[in-house]
């Protein structure tokens, strides 16, 4: 698969697998940006006030999820961050 690559203000970067995985329970995960010899990556999201608002609620620990749909969601980016070359 082709590797997009995403520059600039217009999109959040995260390394934080857990807040990545929550974000994208609502948000697309637009790209992983990954190094080819590591297992850890960054995660891209197009950033909005929307955005903002739930990064936020994440970290005030205000954000509520089912934790079956987050783990689910877990391991699908997990296979996208770990499957992809």
């Known amino acids: 698969m082709i590797q997009k690559i995403i520059e600039g203000e ?4 995260t390394p934080d697998l857990a807040l990545a995985t929550s974000i994208s ?3 697309p995960l ?3 940006d990954k190094p080819p010899s590591s297992n850890r ?3 891209l999201f197009k ?3 929307q955005l903002d608002v739930l990064i936020e609620s994440y970290h005030k620990r205000e954000m509520r999820v089912e934790p079956a749909t987050y ?3 877990l391991r699908q980016i997990k296979s996208r961050l770990y499957g992809e070359d």
């Open 47 to 49: 950033r909005s006030e």
């Open 30 to 32: 637009e790209a992983i």
């Open 71 to 73: 783990f689910h969601q």
């Open 10 to 13: 217009d999109y959040y970067r």
């Open 25 to 27: 329970l609502f948000y």
């Open 41 to 43: 990556g960054f995660f």
